[in-house]
């Protein structure tokens, strides 16, 4: 509803073309492709195994494809490590885990890459975090430890800590399996209002309403591919595939 | 929301039973609550009084310690003033000035930490060495000059304060810089200038007593941190060739005793420096007791950086912080932090082992009592109370080093996990 008229500018971020990725003699991706536009917000599920967390984590290169194209951005990922960091500082990601920094202070963690990776004054760092912070409706916490939060909160500044460094994609990665039933919310919701400000989305998630509600395009994995691809509309009421069918009917 | 008002405010209402609460609970909870708690309650306390009984009754009747005021000052600076060290001129003053440099760093370190554990540790150090002053007949041919000195580092933890008070040194790497140059001057004043008067040169030789050990033990532990450091970054890199000499390095040091190394380091350590590089038995231990200990701070180190969680250098790196960034801002940090315990450990057993240089012939505090009793036989009854009073020396110091270990934990466990 929010960012479908903004997918009028077809403008390619994220460009995957038969990516494969291998753990070993394990063959996690088997030949992924697809195109992911500025503005979209794309909701990746499929059951565990299947390859999609591994797929959003080749985006910017904590894994490693051995086949294929990905181009984000206009950048190939290669081994130049240019591009990587390059990269990686267009793309902010948020982990199942949180994975804050537990001995630095909120206002610290999200701090640190801005004044070590950008290298912004300190002050000017101070005050994007504590934008960042008001954003996602925290701004008291900010001189708590990691540890001193609830899960929900930690989130949420796992969420300000990436956009800090002002990416341009972000990439979710289950960011409310580990939560408690009861934090879940608040984190969709800094996420809904992300994605209403027009950031480009790639989320893995079982939060099959906030697919529904929020989501341009669906993707299901399984077995390392790409099962099927559609808008919510069609995956919810139309999916084609008997592997959709199956997976959506265990989960909802 | 899910308990209706009422079962809340009667729940607390209700005094908890009296067997929970007070010194009579507690006694109950913890010393007498089955029969043969209260077995072993009893034994144990005929045990501790018996023993207390015996031990106060030996050291204020029977005990001897007259060899502890006849060692006096020989137990703090070894052979350093006696007429074959330092002929015809009295050096004392010169470790004295070491301890007073050390003195205004650890009131510095109390300007920097605000109070705390830092200020304990420095009034404790200056108070301990001006109470030393009123000890009527140790040390022998200790003069006036002798006791004003000990007495001066009162005013010297002061001057360290006031210099992080009203200078602009006031940060910890103000104390750091000027620890190390204090460190330095201690050894270049100890060391002496060939005419120089009341600086006549003093071979290391004759250096010895507890300033011995403690000039071993804090080179010792302010390098094998770093030192230790590298090793576990090293065994732990990528590179095969890096990775190799440090696993090589650890384990050589690791699985020699240091007794071992000591003696070696006499014949070994000329080797790996230049012909004419300055360097003599006290060099040589140091160097070894350094690298012994660094060997074992990497094994620790390498612990803690194998335990955290492999999220946080992923987290960091979809931040695009570097390889080095990750390791100095997020690994090491966590990883020291998790294992301070083992480091502190490794300190201490450090200090301790600081004693086995006697092998090489230097006359550590241990030694110096040793071999009182060696060559004064009619001492040798004496030897009970002599290695009591050494035993509680360094226990001193080692649970000096355990305790701030404790306060710095406790301090940096704010908001842990």
């Known amino acids: ?27 996690a991706l088997k030949g992924v492709s ?28 904590l894994e490693e494809h051995q086949r294929g194209d990905i181009i984000v951005d206009g950048i190939e990922l290669s081994n130049d490590v240019r591009n990587i960091e390059a990269i990686r500082s267009e793309v902010g990601m948020v982990f199942q885990s949180f994975n804050l920094f537990p001995h630095l202070t909120v206002l610290d963690n999200i701090m640190l890459a801005p004044l070590k990776v950008r290298k912004w004054p300190k002050d000017q760092a101070e005050e994007v975090a504590m934008s960042l912070l008001e954003r996602v409706g925290i701004p008291e916490q900010a001189v708590k430890f990691p540890g001193e939060l609830s899960g929900g909160q930690q989130q949420r500044v796992a969420i300000a800590r990436a956009l800090a460094m002002q990416p341009k994609i972000m990439l979710f990665d289950e960011p409310t399996s580990a939560l408690d039933p009861e934090m879940i919310k608040e984190v969709l919701d800094a996420m809904r209002e992300l994605a209403e400000s027009g950031m480009t989305m790639i989320v893995v998630t079982h939060e099959m309403g906030f697919a529904r509600e929020v989501s341009n395009r669906m993707i299901m994995f399984d077995e390392g591919v790409i099962v099927e691809e559609g808008t919510p509309h069609d995956i919810f009421n139309n999916p084609q595939q008997e592997r959709t069918k199956l997976f959506l009917s265990q989960i909802i | 929301m899910m308990t209706d008002n009422g079962d809340i405010t009667t729940a607390s209402v209700i005094a908890p039973p009296r067997s929970e609460v007070g010194v009579i609970g507690w006694l109950r909870t913890n010393l007498f609550s089955t029969w043969y708690d209260t077995t072993m309650t009893v034994i144990s306390l005929v045990v501790v009084v018996w023993l207390m009984w015996f031990g106060l009754t030996w050291a204020f009747g029977d005990a001897e310690w007259r060899v502890i005021g006849t060692l006096g000052g020989q137990f703090i600076i070894g052979q350093f003033n006696t007429e074959s060290a330092c002929p015809g001129q009295n050096c004392f003053w010169r470790p004295q000035v070491g301890l007073l440099l050390a003195t205004i760093v650890l009131g510095m370190a109390w300007g920097v930490a605000g109070g705390g554990t830092a200020k304990k540790v420095a009034l404790a150090v200056a108070v301990v060495a001006a109470v030393m002053s009123l000890i009527p007949y140790s040390f022998e041919r200790m003069g006036m000059d002798v006791r004003i000195l000990l007495v001066a580092n009162i005013p010297a933890v002061f001057l ?26 201690t ?10 008067p009341g600086m006549h040169p003093v071979s290391v030789i004759h250096w010895g007593g507890l300033m011995l050990n403690v000039l ?22 990528q590179l095969p060739v890096v990775k190799l000499l440090c696993v090589a390095f650890i384990e050589i040091f690791r699985g020699v005793p240091l007794i071992t190394l000591l003696f070696m380091s006499q014949v070994l350590v000329p080797l790996a420096f230049p012909e004419n590089f300055p360097q003599n038995s006290l060099f040589r231990a140091a160097v070894v007791i350094t690298l012994f200990s660094s060997a074992y701070m990497a094994e620790n180190i390498r612990g803690g950086l194998q335990a955290l969680h492999p999220g946080q250098a992923e987290a960091a790196r979809a931040l695009g912080l570097s390889g ?18 083992a480091i502190v450990g490794q300190f201490i057993a450090l200090f301790k082992d600081t004693s086995l240089v006697y092998i090489i012939g230097m006359l550590d505090v241990v030694e110096i009592g040793r071999a009182f009793i ?11 109370e002599l290695f009591i009073f050494l035993a509680i020396v360094f226990w001193i110091f ?15 466990r704010v908001g842990t996990r």
């Open chain 1, 1 to 27: 509803m929010t960012a479908s008229d903004e997918t009028a500018t077809t403008e390619e971020m994220i460009v995957c073309r038969d990516v494969h990725k291998w753990f070993g003699s394990f063959h």
């Open chain 1, 34 to 61: 697809t195109t992911i536009t500025r503005g979209e917000v794309v909701v990746v599920f499929g059951p565990s195994g299947s390859g999609k967390s591994t797929f959003i984590r080749t985006i910017n290169r």
């Open chain 2, 160 to 185: 360290g304060l006031a210099i992080t008070r009203y200078t602009p040194w006031r940060e910890v790497k103000h104390v750091a810089i000027v620890g190390v140059a204090s460190f330095l001057l």
């Open chain 2, 187 to 196: 050894l270049f004043l100890l060391r002496g200038v060939e005419g120089l």
């Open chain 2, 216 to 237: 071993l033990a804090v080179a010792g532990i302010v390098l094998s941190l770093p030192i230790g450091i590298g090793l576990a970054l090293g065994r732990r890199s």
């Open chain 2, 324 to 341: 080095w960034q990750i390791t100095f801002l997020i690994s090491l940090p966590q990883a020291i932090r998790n294992v301070i315990p």
């Open chain 2, 374 to 384: 060696q060559g004064n036989p009619e001492y040798l009854p004496s030897a009970r």
């Open chain 2, 398 to 412: 080692t649970y000096g080093m355990s305790y701030v270990s404790r306060r710095v934990e406790d301090h940096l």
